[in-house]
């Protein structure tokens, strides 16, 4: 319930001061206004938002459970919540390994992969079968072969 109205007021805060923000844009279109801390607003908006809905989901799996299909789901869940975060563990320090060795070879070639969030963004989008050939075009195209070949036969087929 706590969390329910913080993220109302957040986003009543968020939308007032954008709403003042572009009233300022509007009034000197040619100074430079820095709108990172309202896109950081957004994304912990945003994720408080999820979390809620996560929250939410949880709490209606609790009270449908008088369903009989639905408190064998339930008990599935717990069941395989040991193996899960197991596979999860497991999954990221792999994943993690792959990020880095993409990052330190095109962090300095290719935009998608200069920090490191936007190589996990990457690479999460390439695991689900997104690939643009383009921005390798420019880059040491064999060792980006090689790389995403491998990374491609080793992860892929364990998550499928």
């Not at 040619?30 to 709490?59: C, D, M, P, Q």
């Not at 449908?64 to 563990?89: A, D, Q, T």
Request: with cysteine; hydrophobic share 60%.
């Amino acid at each position: 319930m706590v969390l329910s109205v913080c993220c109302v007021v957040m986003q009543i805060a968020q939308n007032t001061v954008a709403d003042f923000i572009i009233g300022k844009i509007a009034a000197n279109p040619t100074k430079f206004y820095n709108l990172s801390l309202l896109v950081s607003w957004e994304l912990l908006n945003s994720s408080a938002l999820g979390f809620l809905v996560f929250l939410f989901n949880l709490r209606m799996l609790r009270i449908l459970k008088f369903s009989r299909r639905l408190s064998m789901f339930v008990e599935v869940l717990h069941e395989i919540f040991r193996n899960g975060i197991s596979f999860g563990s497991f999954f990221f320090i792999i994943f993690a390994c792959f990020a880095q060795a993409f990052s330190l070879l095109f962090f300095s070639r290719v935009y998608s992969y200069a920090g490191i969030l936007r190589t996990f963004e990457t690479l999460f989008t390439l695991l689900l079968g997104t690939f643009y050939l383009a921005l390798f075009l420019n880059s040491d195209f064999i060792a980006m072969l090689n790389l995403d070949s491998t990374f491609l036969f080793t992860i892929s087929p364990r998550v499928l």
